[in-house]
């Protein structure tokens, strides 16, 4: 059974930085594009961040380049996001989804519980 | 830049057909898929590739296209089919994945 588990969110200030975590299972990751997908409070979904098999190709979207990196280590099953500078606009549940494995299809056929991020004073 | 746009909301009665549209603002000629998300619940693929329908998606669930627009169609509408309806895509050059803004389904 394919899981994906986030962590690592919770309640930041400001300006300041959390690390995101996804922890995959149930399938072999290295073989799949992985990506960030956010939802503010009441909101719609908004793509974040897409990372390509071996990390070769990384795209973000405007809203968060250049505050957000994500990454993956194939060894240890995961993809994460690292979200500094972060803004009150930054508050959502974020996603992790995996993205087909088929060159052409932008698809996510599966996708985490949810992670909270709430940026607050 | 390139946006997808959904009626904000669809209303039927149990049993009628519910028909979603999701517009392009230009033609990437790119696929569009289909999620369902239930409120307190992650999405849920119900249409790829157009018109392909994951495993455990009932056939009721199907998606068309037309020029720049694509359509979900569900068939004989159950209470369980109301929540948000998104569709998804791809810029030309497979880039930036984006969504439409989301269809609130509500089965009168």
């Known amino acids: 059974e394919v899981q994906l588990v986030e962590s690592g969110g919770g309640l930041v200030q400001p300006g300041g930085s959390l690390r995101l975590s996804c922890a995959a299972s149930g399938f072999t990751f290295s073989t799949y594009p992985m990506n960030w997908v956010r939802q503010a409070p009441g909101k719609g979904l908004e793509w974040v961040s897409y990372i390509s098999r071996s990390s070769s190709t990384i795209y973000y979207a405007d809203s968060v380049k250049g505050r957000f990196t994500i990454s993956r280590d194939n060894a240890k099953n995961s993809v994460y996001l690292q979200m500094n500078s972060l803004r009150a606009e930054d508050t959502a549940v974020y996603y992790c989804?995996?993205?087909?494995?088929?060159?052409?299809?932008?698809?996510?056929?599966?996708w985490g519980q949810g992670n909270l991020v709430t940026v607050s004073s | 830049s390139y946006e997808l746009t959904q009626p904000p909301s669809v209303s039927v009665s149990p049993g009628q057909t519910a028909r979603i549209t999701c517009s392009a603002d230009?033609?990437?000629?790119?696929?569009a898929y289909w999620y369902q998300q239930k409120p307190g619940q992650a999405p849920v693929l119900v249409i790829y590739?157009?018109?392909e329908r994951p495993s455990g998606i009932p056939e009721r669930f199907s998606g068309s296209s037309s020029g720049t627009t694509v359509t979900l169609t569900i068939n004989g509408v159950q209470a369980e089919d109301e929540a948000d309806y998104y569709c998804q895509s791809a810029d030309s050059g497979g880039t930036y994945r984006l969504f439409g803004g989301g269809t609130k389904l509500t089965v009168l």
């Open positions: 989804a995996r993205e087909s494995a088929v060159a052409g299809e932008y698809y996510f056929d599966y």
């Open positions: 230009a033609l990437p000629k790119q696929d």
């Open positions: 590739k157009d018109n």
